[in-house]
């Protein structure tokens, strides 16, 4: 049984932390097989509009760009094709862990151009494989806001085994039930909007 902790929400008023609810599923008899959290490997990546993006004086494939991810305008080099001024990328801190490499952002001059940090592609946050060029975000896309909270990613999904004698648990409403019961939280009230019979 897959849900996510905000659907568990939905049902349950807590404010317990996703560990707290995955030790007390357990505790309760709900056997946790796994939470999958990809808001946490994708946090420190942000939203960032590309200032300017022109030519790398020392390389023919590379981009010279200046981007601002919230907290001043930065110089990043970039090899994706689609690199242009005035765009909506994802910007990669330094210090922080590529999901698709496993490579670890460090401050770094290439060719002679200062790069801190990078513009990622899809396939570099493990969301899929395109590597055609970076992201490229709507016009909209709030700057500095997280990307994971921004695409939706930063909802846990919890997977629980269901045992043949626990079928209250193959509903939300059931483990929402179970846990208020444990005392993480209260379960909300749950109204069923009256509905007129009808023949048709």
Not at 1 to 8: D, H
Not at 39 to 55: C, D, K, S, W, Y
Not at 131 to 144: F, K, S, T
């Amino acid at each position: 049984m897959k849900f996510t902790l905000s659907w568990l929400k939905t049902h349950l008023d807590t404010d317990a932390s996703l560990e707290r609810i995955a030790d007390t599923l357990t505790n309760i008899g709900l056997e946790l097989e796994g939470i999958e959290d990809r808001g946490a490997a994708l946090a420190p990546f942000r939203i960032a509009h590309v200032v300017e993006a022109v030519q790398h004086p020392n390389a023919d494939r590379l981009r010279a760009c200046k981007v601002d991810a919230g907290n001043g305008i930065l110089s990043v080099v970039c090899g994706a094709p689609n690199a242009r001024t005035g765009m909506k990328a994802v910007y990669a801190p330094l210090g922080s862990l590529i999901p698709g490499s496993g490579d670890v952002l460090k401050k770094a001059k290439i060719r002679g151009v200062e790069s801190n940090g990078m513009l990622v592609s899809e396939r570099e946050l493990s969301l899929s494989e395109e590597h055609d060029g970076i992201i490229d975000l709507p016009a909209d896309a709030p700057l500095g806001m997280a990307f994971a909270t921004y695409a939706g990613l930063d909802d846990p999904v919890l997977d629980i085994a269901v045992t043949p004698n626990r079928p209250d648990a193959l509903g939300v409403r059931g483990i929402a039930r179970d846990l208020a019961a444990a005392g993480l939280g209260t379960l909300k009230p749950y109204a069923i909007a009256a509905h007129k019979g009808a023949f048709a």
